[in-house]
Nanobody, 123 residues
Framework: QVQLVESGGRLVQAGGSLRVSCAASGRTFSSYGMGWFRQAPGKEREFVAAISWNGGSIYYADSVKGRFTISRDNAKNTVYLQMISLKPEDTAVYYC????????????????WGKGTLVTVSS
């Protein structure tokens, strides 16, 4: 199976910026839509952003639109989430995900998950 490993999560002050990364194993990385979800304690996992294999289709949750940017480097088997203007409500474990781009917004339709990286935004 595909393995996804997130990195880059840390404590950051409100208004700050952070980039988290997801390294994927296997040579089929480019065939998957890739995305990010997040989950705060006691809350359901929610969709954040997704990108198709060629970057031609990109989707963002309304809560992060204009602040977060998803990108991928297929040669490096890596997907990134650049976050700016961070808010305390962005605090969550951020999970990398792989699946069909058409259904990337639904947690139950994700094929592969990373273990997550914690992003904490202080006020």
């Amino acid at each position: 199976q595909v393995q996804l490993v997130e990195s880059g999560g840390r404590l950051v002050q409100a208004g700050g910026s952070l980039r988290v990364s997801c390294a994927a194993s296997g040579r089929t990385f480019s065939s998957y839509g890739m995305g990010w979800f997040r989950q705060a304690p006691g809350k359901e996992r929610e969709f954040v952003a997704a990108i198709s294999w060629n970057g031609g289709s990109i989707y963002y949750a309304d809560s992060v639109k204009g602040r977060f940017t998803i990108s991928r480097d297929n040669a490096k088997n890596t997907v990134y989430l650049q976050m700016i203007s961070l808010k305390p409500e962005d605090t969550a474990v951020y999970y990398c995900a792989a699946g069909r781009i058409a259904t990337m917004y639904r947690s139950r339709d994700i094929d592969y998950w990373g273990k997550g990286t914690l992003v904490t935004v202080s006020s």
